[in-house]
């Protein structure tokens, strides 16, 4: 695609040069902030890291400068963020990251609890049900205790970059949208997010404005203020379409397209308009729609960019991939305008496909939530979840390793799943994948591998 053909973006994220004001107030990259989320609490102590690494996250998100605690203990460790050269571009995916509701009553600054449910009128409600399921939470947790045994995963599988949908509104706002299950995490809980190395959240979801347009702009005030990458919303359409550019250095460009879609229940009015916030919503999965998003990514795409279109869509529950949705991911495919197409929404994972070299992950199910002790749909094991990592030639774009690793969820933290469970993963997707002409294995450390014709 010649340059004349493009359109100049913002300085894009690179994870040699992103910075945040950190917990030390100095001007640090994204990795380096989140080694430093985990090296300073070792370091400090539960309490005092608390204490200073939320006064921080309030700090940028009221626009002032962070606290100066005082120099970490000489010796104290960081998680490493450096790993072996690959020759290929190594992402990170999972499917929502819901950490508001009772996720984020258990974090150091909970929003109020009150919500308006039929069946519950306080998110303390949802701590109470997973600790009757497996014991007690100690609160408040360490920013990075949701993620638990996922973090020494990511750093043994050391990603060039991280993509999670996160699901929830990141604001203090009272302006609750009308739908009966509405999410929210407190703006000084973003550090949790930092914690694990995000480097993108896409926000096209049915839940980001669930306290209001006011909610949706103070949660991109806040990921923005952290140095997070968003895509699929914005305060207008233009923002709400155009990607997240991530660089990676001696890599390339990584463009995250974020889109909604209303089977997701993303209500119709959230679509943005030229002068009014919103998600980046498709009216349809046609081929008219498809050819539109592939003419989109080409006025942004530049020679050597790899994509990436991330999709809410679909039902809630069950393994059954709508026609719609593989005509939709292929056209993309075929019109050169997706290297990765990641749906979500499903609560557990669904079957993958690739196309043309291509993956197309048409649920990725949950990563994070508070459903833990809910009953009901068992069939699912919802409780367990998958953590993507995906190896893209540089050139091409074309995939050259697909693994997962499964983990379950257990007092609203990620362990991984014993070696039962994780068969149960690798037989339902290889079953639901023939079909489409993938396979999983099950390696001896308990990950999956995904093969394809």
Not at 130 to 146: F, K, M, N, Q, T
Not at 154 to 180: C, F, H
Not at 222 to 241: F, K, S, Y
Not at 362 to 381: A, K, L, P, Q, V
Request: glycine fraction near 10%.
């Amino acid at each position: 695609m010649g340059r004349a053909n493009t359109i100049d973006l913002p300085e894009p994220r690179r994870t040699s040069r992103v910075s945040v004001e950190g917990a030390l107030g100095e001007r640090r990259s994204v990795r380096e902030f989140a080694d430093e989320v985990i090296g300073l609490r070792a370091a400090w102590g539960r309490r005092r890291f608390l204490d200073v690494s939320g006064a921080a996250a309030v700090g940028v998100w009221m626009g002032s400068p962070p606290p100066q605690p005082p120099a970490p203990v000489a010796g104290s460790s960081a998680r490493a963020r450096t790993g072996p050269e690959a020759p290929g571009l190594r992402v990170f995916l999972c499917g929502d990251v819901m950490t508001g509701r009772g996720i984020d009553q258990v974090l150091p600054h909970p929003s109020k609890p009150a919500i308006h449910e039929s069946y519950m009128r306080s998110a303390l409600g949802y701590v109470e049900l997973a600790e009757r399921a497996h014991g007690a939470i100690r609160r408040p947790v360490d920013l990075d205790y949701i993620w638990g045994e996922a973090l020494g995963e990511l750093e043994r599988r050391s990603p060039d970059l991280r993509v999670i949908n996160l699901e929830t509104a990141v604001t203090r706002s009272d302006e609750v949208y009308p739908k009966g299950i509405n999410y929210r995490m407190h703006p000084a809980n973003v550090p949790c997010l930092v914690a694990a190395g995000i480097d993108c959240c896409v926000l096209a979801n049915n839940h980001v404005i669930d306290w209001g347009m006011r909610g949706l702009l103070e949660s991109l005030d806040a990921l923005h203020g952290a140095d997070l990458a968003t895509a699929g919303a914005g305060r207008n359409l233009e923002e709400a379409d155009r990607p997240a550019v991530l660089e990676v250095a001696g890599k390339g460009r990584l463009l995250v397209f974020g889109l909604g879609h209303p089977s997701s229940g993303i209500p119709p009015d959230w679509a943005a308009d030229a002068d009014r916030p919103g998600v980046s919503l498709l009216s349809d999965l046609s081929a008219q729609t498809a050819d539109r998003v592939a003419e989109r990514v080409r006025r942004f795409r530049r020679h050597g960019d790899r994509v990436l279109v991330s999709i809410h869509w679909g039902s809630n529950w069950g393994y059954s991939v709508a026609r719609p949705q593989r005509e939709f991911a292929h056209r993309l495919i075929d019109a050169g305008a997706a290297d990765v197409v990641h749906g979500h929404s499903s609560h557990h994972p669904r079957a993958i496909e690739v196309y043309e070299g291509r993956p197309i992950l048409y649920g990725c199910g949950d990563f994070i939530n508070d459903y833990e002790g809910i009953s009901g749909r068992e069939e699912f094991r919802s409780d367990l979840v998958l953590a993507y990592f995906l190896t893209l030639d540089r050139q091409s774009g074309r995939l050259l390793s697909f693994e997962m690793t499964p983990f379950r969820t257990r007092r609203f933290r990620l362990e991984r799943a014993p070696r039962r469970a994780a068969e149960w993963v690798r037989t339902t997707l290889d079953r639901e994948g023939r079909e489409l002409g993938t396979r999983v294995d099950l390696a001896g450390d308990g990950s999956l591998m995904l093969g394809w014709t």
